[in-house]
């Protein structure tokens, strides 16, 4: 995996294809992080790390929240 560095929310808006930030954001997280973005937020601010990776062969995001 090749190491992307700490993610906010735009940063997912922006990688998004369709441009759905929230959705991809969602393809990549573990279900039991997914409340940290919440439905109804467009741009939820966070006050620990998202760090993001992607797979070197087939390009797939995945990440992990880094509580503090
Ligand atoms: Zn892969």
């Known amino acids: ?9 735009a940063d997912f808006h922006e990688q998004a294809p369709d441009g759905d930030g929230r959705q991809l954001f969602l393809s990549m997280t573990d279900f039991d992080l997914i409340h940290i973005w919440p439905e109804d937020q467009v741009t939820p601010d966070w006050d620990a790390a998202y760090h993001a990776f992607q797979c070197r062969h087939c390009d797939r995001f995945l990440g992990y929240w880094d509580s503090t």
């Open 1 to 9: 995996m090749i190491y992307l560095g700490e993610w906010i929310a």
